[in-house]
C-alpha cells in the first residue's frame, strides 16, 4: 500500500495570503502546504481522503488520473470544496460507466446531498460529478483484503472520522480522542495525525499533543500533518528527530509504502 500525501497544510494553505512571515516566505518548497488530502493506492485501487479545495491543483501537480473512491473525514471547507473536481474522474472513467462511491458519516452525508445537491439530482448534464454516497458506522472491506474502520474523534465539539486503512490511520482534525478509539487504532504501522501548531488549539492538536497520543499508540511511525505557517519544516523535522526518530513531518508530495 501506498499513501502520497497531497496536502499537509491547515484550512487556509501555507503561505497564507498577504503574509511574510519566515515560512511563508521561505523558498523551502517543503514549507508549500496545500490543504489536507491523501491518496491511498493498492493493487490498482486508488482511494482518496477528502476533496480540498486543491483537488485540481493536487491532481495536476502529483498526475492523478484515477479515483475509485472517496473517505469524507468532516464537512469542514478545506476537506470538502473540492468535490465539483471529481467531475473529470467521473469522466475518465466514463468508457465503463462508472460512478465513484463515496464514504461518510451520517451527518457528513447528509451535509453534502444539502449543499450539492446539484450532484445528486437526475444526471441530464454530462458535467456534474456522478457519485453514490454511503453512510459508514462500521469496519467494511471497500476492496478484497483493503479493510476501512471509522475511527470517531472529537473536533473541538464536533464528532467527526478519522479512517484506519488495515496498518494505517489518519486522524486529521483532531482536539480529542476517546479510549475506545485509541482501541481502534492498536498495532498500526503508520499514524498520521493533526498536528497544527504549537501552541494549544480549541479544535485541534499541538505538536506536544500529536506527540502524546503518538507515544500511546506507538506506531512503527508517525507523520504530522494539518501544520500551519508558524511550523517551519526544517525546525520541526530536528525537534522530532531529536525526540524520536519514529516522528516525521510530512509535506506535500511525500510518499509513504508500507
Known amino acids: 500500500m501506498k499513501i502520497l500525501v497531497l496536502g499537509c497544510g491547515t484550512s487556509t494553505g501555507v503561505p497564507l495570503i498577504g503574509c511574510r512571515c ?22 490498482n485501487f486508488d482511494i482518496l481522503i477528502d476533496t480540498a479545495p486543491d483537488l485540481r491543483t493536487q491532481a495536476l501537480k502529483f498526475n492523478i488520473a484515477n479515483i475509485d473512491a472517496v473517505l469524507y473525514t468532516h464537512t469542514h471547507a478545506d476537506h470538502i470544496f473540492g468535490i465539483d473536481d471529481l467531475r473529470m474522474f467521473n469522466y475518465l472513467k466514463k468508457q465503463d460507466n462508472k460512478f465513484i462511491p463515496v464514504y461518510a458519516s451520517e ?4 451535509f453534502i446531498k444539502d449543499k450539492f445537491d446539484y450532484i445528486f439530482k437526475e444526471k441530464t448534464e454530462s458535467s456534474k460529478p456522478y457519485l453514490i454516497p454511503n453512510i459508514i458506522k462500521e469496519s467494511f472491506e471497500i476492496k478484497s483484503g483493503l479493510f476501512i474502520t471509522p475511527v470517531p474523534v472529537y473536533h473541538g465539539k464536533n464528532l467527526i472520522n478519522g479512517y484506519r486503512i488495515n496498518d ?5 482534525d483532531v482536539s480529542s480522542i476517546t479510549e475506545s478509539s485509541l ?18 488549539h480549541k479544535t485541534h492538536f499541538s505538536i506536544a499533543e500529536a506527540i502524546n497520543v503518538a507515544e500511546k499508540i506507538n506506531p512503527s511511525r508517525t507523520y504530522f ?20 526518530e519514529k516522528l516525521i513531518p510530512s509535506y506535500d508530495g511525500l510518499s509513504i509504502e508500507l
Request: with cysteine; aromatic share 6%; hydrophobic share 35%.
Open 22 to 43: 519566515k515560512v511563508c516566505a521561505s523558498e523551502n518548497p517543503k514549507n508549500k502546504r496545500l490543504r489536507p488530502s491523501i491518496l491511498i493506492s493498492e493493487n
Open 225 to 244: 500533518t494539518h501544520m500551519g505557517h508558524n511550523i517551519d519544516y526544517d525546525e520541526i523535522k530536528e525537534i522530532c528527530s531529536c525526540k524520536s
Open 183 to 200: 482501541g481502534l487504532l492498536k498495532g498500526l504501522n503508520v499514524l498520521m495525525i493533526d498536528a497544527l501548531r504549537f501552541d494549544s
Open 107 to 110: 451527518t457528513a452525508v447528509n
Open 168 to 172: 494505517f490511520a489518519y486522524i486529521t
